[in-house]
């Protein structure tokens, strides 16, 4: 069984960078898309970047600008740098890996800002 394992999350201060790596303790083939979705407190999960097999890139309205996703299929492992970090920011981060028929979740890394 394949997993995700996150890695990088911590406490920082407003204005200051995080980055989040995801790798996968075996092979994934037919990767789709990876992704990177958050969930903060009392709120629902939501999709904060995206990448497709092909290199295009999706961002939440919310993080244009400030996050930057990149993956590497064949190694299976997927980052997500965090610039200009904010308050708002704070949530658990997963790391969301899809194929043609599966889709793989981590177990989360936790993202604290304090202003």
């Known amino acids: 069984q394949v997993q995700l394992v996150e890695s990088g999350g911590g406490l920082v201060q407003a204005g200051g960078s995080l980055r989040l790596s995801c790798a996968a303790s075996?092979?994934?083939?037919?990767?789709?898309?990876m992704n990177w979705y958050r969930q903060a407190l009392g709120k629902q999960r939501e999709l904060v970047a995206r990448?497709?097999?092909?290199?295009?890139?999706k961002y939440a309205d919310a993080v244009k600008g400030r996050f930057t996703i990149s993956g590497d299929n064949a190694k299976n492992t997927v980052f997500l740098q965090m610039n200009s970090l904010k308050p708002e920011d704070t949530a658990d981060y997963y790391c969301?890996?899809?194929?043609?028929?599966?889709?793989?979740w981590g177990q989360g890394t936790q993202v604290t800002v304090s202003s």
């Open positions: 075996g092979s994934i083939f037919s990767i789709k898309t």
């Open positions: 969301n890996i899809n194929t043609v028929d599966r889709t793989y």
């Open positions: 990448v497709t097999s092909g290199g295009t890139t």
